[in-house]
Structures are given as C-alpha cells and as structure tokens.
C-alpha cells in the first residue's frame, strides 16, 4: 500500500523459534496431553501445526529440565540427604513392623487418595503409550505436584441433590505457571548459558533366553490364522 511494504508473522519468534510451536508443545506435556492426541485433533479440525520431530526437540531441549526443578527447589523445602531430619524420616518409612501392621490397616483406612494419584498418572502417561525414560520421569512427576497442588480441597457450597455425597471445588493449574514461564525464560537465554540437557542413566537390556533374530526372517517366518494358506 503505497509503496510500503510490511513483513508479516502469524506468530512472534522467540530466539529464531516460533513462540506458539514452544507453548503449544509446552502445554502437551504440562496438561498431561500426548502429542498424538493433539495431532489427531488438529488433524480433524484440518489445522496445520508442527510435527512429531518438532514437539520431541523441543521437549528434549526446553521441556523435560524445568518439568520438577523449578517447582521442587524455588517454592519447597526438602530434607538434605544423611541431615538428623532425613535419617529419622527413613526409620520411620523403612521400620519393618510398621510396614507389616499397615498391611493390615484394610479396615480402618481407605485408600481414595492414592486412587486418585494412580488415575492422574494414567493421565500424564497413559499405560498403552511408550515414552521414553525422560519422559516416563517427566510425566510422573507432573503427576505427583498435580496431585500435591490440589490435594485438600474444600468442599464447594453447592451440593447436588437426591445423593448425598460431598462436590469438591474444581482443580487448579496454578502450579504450572512458574514452569510455562522458566520454560520461556531458558529459551531465550543463550546457548551457552543453558543448563545441560537430561540424561538418562544407564538402562541394562532385556534379559532373553535367546538372542534377537534379523526382521526379516521374523517377517518370513510370521503366520495368521486369517492367512489363505
């Protein structure tokens, strides 16, 4: 328009990467989402967004660093390893009698919270999905402060009528904020200003009674019940 020209960007760049293709992958893994799920959705909707690749660097580089490490050692206070504090918590935990009486505790205790813990982890990592040991730990994790961020909800002063059971207010994601943002905050620091990226310790292989055959011979040799032969 007269002469003028403007340069045009559906989204603002952060450090040479679009700022939605980090919150977006971002917001997968906090949510407890999958990126297949959200492919899917887009897919359907005909929404064009980044690929698998993408979402799986960017998790490596930015996500996987900040998914425990802000929350556990900006806001909580931890007990130092072999502190008075930490050794009486370990007696405690590990006494023998007492974990041969809770087994016994059927009667007297029940156990809603921790089935409330096991249905957030089905959340964050669903059992029929692989994800890798970074991963596995990032999503457990995310499950356990999800859990500790909403446990002790009041009731909510609306009750439904006809059962009488107790309606809790409704989860929060407030805890995820401080991470949403030192995840923006690491990608705008330099290279070399950034913490090393997560490395996953040694995992010994699977134990089999015999050693793995070539693809193709398993493909050969593979047979159907729905076969013609």
Not at 17 to 24: D, E, S
Not at 78 to 93: D, F, I, M, Q, R
Not at 96 to 111: A, F, R, S
């Amino acid at each position: 328009m007269n002469n003028h020209r403007y340069s045009w960007q559906s989204q603002p760049m952060l450090e040479g990467m679009a700022a939605g293709n980090l919150l977006l992958s971002s917001s997968i893994l906090l949510s407890g989402s999958t990126f297949t799920k959200v492919a899917s959705l887009a897919d359907i909707l005909n929404l064009k967004i980044f690929g698998e690749n993408t979402f799986y660097n960017i998790q490596n580089k930015y996500l996987l660093l900040m998914r425990i490490h802000f929350i556990i050692f900006k806001t909580s206070t931890y007990y130092p390893s072999g502190s008075s504090a930490h050794n009486a918590l370990k007696e405690v935990v590990f006494d023998k009698n007492q974990l041969k009486d809770i087994q016994q505790l059927t009667l007297c205790c029940h156990t809603g919270n921790l089935e409330v813990y096991h249905s957030l982890q089905t959340k964050y990592a669903p059992k029929r999905q692989h994800f890798s040991y970074s991963g596995m730990v990032a999503r457990t994790q995310l499950a356990a402060l999800d859990h500790n961020a909403n446990t002790g909800r009041q009731q909510a002063t609306v009750s439904r009528e006809w059962v009488a059971k107790p309606v809790f207010e409704k989860t929060t994601n407030y805890h995820l904020k401080p991470m949403l943002n030192a995840i923006v905050e690491r990608k705008c620091l330099k290279p070399q200003e950034r913490s090393a990226t997560v490395a996953a310790p040694h995992i010994p292989e699977n134990i089999a009674s015999k050693p793995r055959p070539p693809k193709a011979d398993v493909v050969a040799n593979h047979t159907s019940r729905f076969s013609n032969n």
